[in-house]
């Protein structure tokens, strides 16, 4: 893309007289984001900031390229400013620019951004090629939904731990919040956390009716509501007839040294299988969650082949669902399963 065309972009249709067609309020001063020896004036919806271009300049180079052309002296100005209009969110160009002044509350070590504020880092640093910025929260959306089996195993889903939400509610991992992330990896062309996402969306979206119907409130691109349901139903049948084979050879196997004792409880791990309330994306639960959830953690009554047997068997098992996760989505796999950004 030429650069021309990148500050084309940029500036969109809102060109001085386009915007003030249709601004029915006068503009209003950023309070925290004008600065009285500032050198451009950035206006994105209603709201004006006063900054400088180097600033802008030296973290991007579609603004670097952007002031090498001369504003027309027949366009307005404040205090002497040229007026830049963005077509980007103001609650956006707010928190990027509060990050490129190094405020406070934005790039203190340790703290953890809330998904407004990663979401804006996103659509502008991958706009105005901001890179840092865009490679810092991609990381922590990665990390909150990842690509690798261990990584998964480790995300805590008792809340978020790369970025917050206000906790207004029990659930927190709640349809609303995974909506929206899915949305907005859409929206930027995230890929490659869509199987972490969809799988984490079985949870509470058991019943499916409920993701119909919050759809029709929050719109869900038409292929991401597909490819969820698509990889659900492929979920719930490996579950049964691949995941929890290994149960068939429990008591069977030559070392087995209990055979009475293993083949029975081999007919009552396939009850409890069959009765489990159906998770889809229990196929990913780990070994200790299996055995809590069978008869008290009995299973470790099994002889010791057996069990080691059926250890083996369930970690290859969800290793093996992993591997192809992308696929049963309708996504490339992993390897190719790359972010247009
Ligand atoms: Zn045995």
């Known amino acids: 893309m030429s650069k021309r065309r990148r500050t084309d972009d940029v500036l969109g249709s809102g060109r001085p007289g386009n915007a003030h067609a249709f601004s029915v309020e006068p503009p209003e001063k950023s309070e925290q984001l004008w600065f009285e020896d500032g050198s451009i004036v950035l206006q994105a919806e209603n709201t004006q900031f006063k900054v400088h271009r180097s600033i802008l300049a030296k973290n991007s180079p579609i603004f670097a390229d952007l002031f090498k052309i001369p504003h027309p002296a027949s366009e307005p100005t404040i205090d002497g400013c040229p007026i830049v209009h963005l077509q980007d969110s103001a609650e956006d160009v707010k928190h990027v620019l509060l990050i490129l002044y190094g405020d406070r509350e934005y790039v203190n070590p340790g703290r953890v951004p809330h998904f407004s504020v990663v979401a804006a880092m996103i659509r502008l640093g991958r706009k105005y090629e901001i890179d840092f910025m865009k490679d810092e929260a991609l990381s922590r959306l990665k990390r909150e939904f990842p690509t690798t089996l261990e990584e998964f195993d480790d995300v805590d889903r008792t809340g978020w731990t790369h970025?917050?939400?206000?906790?207004?509610?029990?659930?927190?991992?709640?349809?609303?919040?995974?909506?929206?992330?899915?949305?907005?990896?859409?929206e930027c062309n995230i890929r490659s956390i869509l199987p972490s996402l969809y799988v984490e969306l079985m949870g509470p979206a058991r019943d499916l009716d409920n993701v119909f119907y919050l759809s029709n409130e929050l719109p869900m691109p038409y292929d991401a509501l597909r490819s969820f349901v698509c990889g659900r139903d492929i979920l719930l049948s490996v579950r049964t007839q691949e995941t929890y084979q290994w149960i068939r050879e429990v008591g069977t196997l030559v070392s087995c040294k209990s055979r009475v004792k293993c083949s029975g409880m081999s007919r009552r791990l396939v009850l409890h299988v069959l009765n489990d309330?159906?998770?889809?994306?229990?196929?990913?639960?780990?070994?200790?969650?299996?055995?809590?959830?069978?008869?008290?953690?009995?299973?470790?009554?099994?002889?010791?082949?057996?069990?080691?047997?059926?250890?083996?068997?369930?970690?290859?098992?969800?290793?093996?669902?992993?591997?192809?996760?992308?696929?049963?989505?309708?996504?490339?796999?992993?390897?190719?399963?790359?972010?247009?950004?």
């Open 277 to 341: 309330p159906v998770y889809p994306s229990s196929v990913f639960h780990k070994w200790e969650a299996f055995e809590a959830g069978f008869e008290n953690g009995t299973i470790k009554e099994l002889c010791d082949p057996c069990l080691q047997y059926a250890k083996r068997a369930h970690k290859e098992a969800r290793e093996a669902v992993w591997t192809v996760l992308p696929t049963y989505f309708k996504l490339p796999e992993w390897d190719k399963l790359t972010d247009d950004m």
């Open 163 to 186: 970025f917050t939400f206000p906790t207004d509610t029990v659930h927190d991992r709640e349809c609303k919040k995974l909506y929206a992330m899915i949305r907005f990896a859409y």
